[in-house]
């Protein structure tokens, strides 16, 4: 019997084609609409493809600052060798003369914007104390002579800044930010990132988003020693399984490798002039007690054998939440005890949109320095913004909502000196951690009696939150 077609398709898969056509239509309903995050409308050439040009010249902490140097930087595909030229800067511009070559890795990266590859070179030897000159090497280009100084070998003064999550709308909103912070700070030598440079969501153009970190960031990256966490949303999620480091991350940062072993590069620690800076995972600590676990064990032996006169520590997930709605107990049972056994004096946070500074958070008892234990920071420095949770009005010793904000500290012998500054560079919280000669610290309290910042936004805000974020750089608006 001859099999009945209609519009070309035999009856007897008809009921195929309607299910598959049925999937499609609930598919369609369902994806969700991608918020565009970034300058770069859909449809338009990227400004972020690789070229034969070095871009996103960066560099990164090193185990031995005095005497190490760790850059990054990236080209397209046909640059297979990582190559770089460092010399004592001088006034003279025959820097070329006594540069030495030194060669390194290269890892390529098909991202959204095709193959990259992506270079990382240590310049080693390095001399304590010294301002040395840099270029890296394109296809037949050379990026501009960059200076960095190394630290010195000892204790000396020296101030770092420091950035809350920058994460959406970032050349739009976060690059106004970080040029007043160096604006501010400009012989700053050290930068923090706490997490969530850039969104990553599941469909958004990732490489644009990195692309827009950089530019915003653009030679003060290729300066300063970058200290940076990864976010939650540096970590991207695939299927339904845990969430992963996205490669963009070790295709951009090359961080010391004293970390454990299963979280090298997003955990490790550097000493700076007297201060060592630790940086930790969250996100996978939250997501996994093994890696929770693994990481309070190695931060107790990296802050029980700590030479140096102040301890910072940075990650993501705040150990007490501003906003509302957020918690994160189990960094206060594994990790808050290391904490406050071995004396950490700043722990600068991100993740929660808000500003909120405080010690002896949980028992709202802040202000109230106990002699030891740290200062709890969160802050935010691009343009998503959360509410704040009701009771941190009074438990938290300053707080902020709808402020993109930056921080400076400057770390002295015998205190650190920290001030938060809005995008306008407006001062809007500080304090003094104090050290006497036995080892007691006071917290000299210094925020100026301005009012604490709330969300001004009479359209968009929606229970937790004030600003969305990534709105900001639609076209219509
Ligand atoms: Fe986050």
């Known amino acids: 019997m001859k099999t009945p077609i209609f ?34 409308p859909a449809g338009e050439t990227s400004p972020y493809l690789a070229t034969a040009f070095p871009d996103r010249i960066v560099l990164t902490a090193t185990a031995d600052p005095a005497r190490a140097q760790t850059v990054n930087w990236r080209t397209r595909g046909s640059v297979d060798q990582a190559y770089a030229q460092i010399t004592r800067a001088t006034g003279s511009p025959g820097l070329h003369l006594n540069a030495k070559n030194i060669s390194g890795e290269t890892r390529p990266l098909d991202a959204h914007n095709g193959l990259a590859h992506h270079h990382h070179v240590t310049f080693t030897g390095l001399e304590p104390d ?23 070998d000892d204790f000396s003064p020296h101030a ?25 700070a400009p012989r700053a030598q050290v930068m923090v990132h706490a997490g969530d440079l850039v969104n990553a969501g599941a469909e958004d153009n990732h490489d644009d988003e990195w692309g827009e970190w950089f530019d915003a960031g653009s030679f003060i990256n290729s300066m300063l020693v970058n200290v940076a966490v990864a976010g939650n949303h540096e970590h991207i999620r695939e299927q339904n399984g845990p969430r992963i480091l996205m490669p963009q991350w070790p295709a951009h940062f090359r961080f010391p490798a004293n970390g454990p072993a299963p979280l090298q590069n997003t955990v490790y620690y550097m000493d700076y002039q007297g201060v060592r800076y630790i940086g930790l995972d969250s996100q996978q600590a939250l997501q996994d007690e093994a890696l929770l676990r693994l990481q309070a064990e190695w931060l ?29 107990p189990p960094l206060r049972e594994h990790w808050q005890p290391v904490f406050d056994e071995f004396n ?49 009005h009074d438990a938290m010793d300053r707080v902020g909502e709808d402020v993109q904000l930056f921080q ?3 770390f002295l012998e015998d205190r650190i000196v920290y001030q938060a500054r809005t995008a306008t560079g407006e001062l809007y919280d500080a304090f003094d951690i104090e050290r006497a000669d036995d080892g007691s610290k006071r917290i000299i309290d210094r925020r100026p009696d301005t009012p604490v910042s709330l969300c001004s936004n009479p359209e968009e805000r929606t229970g937790s939150s004030c600003w969305g974020g990534g709105s900001f750089v639609r076209p219509d608006l």
Not at 360 to 389: C, D, E, F, I, R
Request: aromatic share 10%; charged share 15%.
């Open 7 to 40: 519009m070309g398709i035999p009856q007897h898969r008809m009921l195929t084609v309607f299910v598959v056509i049925a999937m499609l239509a609930v598919a369609l309903v369902t994806t969700p609409v991608v918020a565009q995050n970034t300058l770069v």
């Open 130 to 152: 010294t301002l040395y000159a840099y270029r890296v090497r394109g296809d037949n280009t050379w990026s501009e002579w960059f200076q960095f100084r190394t630290a010195k």
């Open 160 to 184: 770092a800044i420091y950035f809350g999550d920058a994460q959406n709308a970032v050349k739009s909103h976060f690059s106004r930010v970080i040029r007043e912070a160096y604006s501010t």
């Open 300 to 328: 107790r032996g990296v802050l029980g054998n700590n030479p140096n006169r102040w301890t910072v520590v940075s990650y993501h997930h705040p150990m007490f939440s501003v906003s509302l709605g957020r918690d994160n």
């Open 344 to 392: 950490v004096d700043l722990v600068l946070q991100g993740h929660d949109h808000t500003y909120g500074r405080g010690e002896n958070v949980a028992t709202g008892a802040s202000g109230q320095m106990s002699g030891s234990g740290p200062m709890y920071v969160v802050s935010v420095s691009g343009p998503k913004m959360y509410m704040l949770a009701e009771h941190n």
């Open 408 to 410: 400076v500290m400057e």
